[in-house]
């Protein structure tokens, strides 16, 4: 295994287009949720010049405007250019009803353990969580930089700090390492787009990201930049508007943003857009809650948990732990101790991270809150999974 090596990890501000669509996918399941917290609901989205494009199945249990569901994401996260608006954009929808089952229609809070072992997935799907102690959040560090970078960019538009930025931009963080530990800043890079009437020249660009993004965000930091880190702004000259207009979106199609940096594995498939009766999404959260308390535990430095399900079972048919040559005890002992404490089947999820009921309990909606800036590692949101009150049990 490597032990000194350069890893880069990017992020994306909540103007990208892919994290348009997975705002807008996640905004629609909220809204179900929040009328019916056991709406079943899978929505896809896709967007381009001008137009917006909504896929989605469902149940016929709720009432939701998927138009203007959209248009609210949109207006909200700041598209207000001629070429692609809230208002003005064509908004086109595939709905399908679903046929109503009583599979997913149980109480999770009055289950008791031989029920919640009655009910099964009703998808197949390998799924990872991953921690390590290079930051507070047990976060790896080049994806929690990439990601402050690409909020505080969408911050000083947000402020009228720098008025003429556009929502859409990007971020990515190269970071050394020596011995697998973070050592110095490789380099920085941060692309930002700009309305075409206000926009300043280049140099005027790179000075103002310099002085009210980078310098900021790394002011608290334990690594900074140094001398030789290399540092690059809209490298390729002045990028006009951005956004749709310039490249489309798809729902899920920006997973290692949304989990490790691809630090760590991550599954195939997208988080946002689906219930929480699907596996698929809600085993990423279970497995990451199972890796951040072994590393919060002190049980390694580096922790990687791999739940494996198959459709009409209900507890994943492999779970798999790898420590990376840094666990105190084998990985083997490790997963017995998970296996024992956790409870890895989707009822037993669904109940212990409340996840139908979230929506309503969260103002302004929960799973659009984690379609940008990554589903897990989050400091700024209360999330059930990123607790580490399972620490006492290794």
Not at 40 to 50: L, M, P
Not at 146 to 165: D, F, M, N, T
Not at 333 to 353: C, H, M, P, V, W
């Amino acid at each position: 295994m490597k032990k000194d090596f350069m890893f880069t990890s990017e992020s994306v501000t909540e103007g990208h287009p892919d994290k348009l669509c997975d705002q807008i996918s996640d905004a629609i399941v909220d809204r179900f949720l929040q009328q019916d917290p056991y709406a079943r609901v899978i929505t896809e989205c896709a967007v381009s010049k001008g137009i917006v494009f909504i896929a989605a199945r469902f149940e016929p249990n709720a009432n939701v405007d998927f138009t203007n569901t959209a248009r609210h994401v949109i207006d909200s996260v700041g598209y207000e250019q001629s070429d692609f608006n809230g208002k003005n954009c064509s908004i086109l929808t595939s709905l399908t009803e679903l046929h109503r089952e009583q599979s997913h229609l149980f109480d999770e809070k009055s289950l008791s353990d031989q029920e919640i072992e009655k009910i099964t997935v009703n998808n197949q799907a390998t799924v990872f969580g991953f921690a390590c102690n290079q930051t507070d959040s047990l976060m790896p560090l080049p994806i929690w930089l990439a990601h402050k970078l690409a909020r505080e960019l969408s911050q000083v538009k947000r402020q009228k700090i720098l008025p003429y930025l556009t929502p859409d931009g990007k971020t990515q963080v190269g970071v050394e390492y020596k011995n697998r530990r973070p050592d110095r800043i490789h380099s920085i890079t941060v692309i930002a787009s700009q309305n075409k009437p206000s926009k300043p020249d280049l140099q005027q660009l790179q000075d103002d990201i310099r002085e009210t993004v980078i310098y900021p965000v790394f002011q608290n930091e334990d690594i900074k930049p140094d001398e030789r880190t290399r540092i690059f702004i809209n490298p390729d000259g002045p990028l006009i508007v951005g956004g749709p207009a310039v490249h489309a979106g798809l729902t899920g199609r920006k997973n290692a943003i949304d989990t490790y940096g691809e630090y760590s594995k991550h599954s195939g498939s997208a988080l946002s857009g689906k219930d929480p009766i699907r596996i698929d999404r809600i085993g990423a959260y279970a497995a990451r809650y199972a890796a951040k308390n072994i590393v919060a535990a002190k049980l390694a430095q580096e922790c990687e948990v791999q739940l494996s399900y198959s459709i009409g079972l209900s507890r994943p048919v492999s779970v798999q732990v790898e420590t990376f040559g840094t666990g105190k005890i084998p990985d083997e002992e490790i997963t017995t101790i998970l296996e024992k404490n956790f409870d890895f089947r989707l009822a037993g999820i669904i109940k212990q991270f409340n996840l139908r009921f979230l929506p309503s309990l969260t103002k302004g909606g929960f799973y659009r809150k984690l379609a940008a800036y990554g589903h897990v590692g989050r400091i700024d949101i209360d999330l059930p999974w990123e607790k580490v009150d399972k620490v006492g049990v290794f």
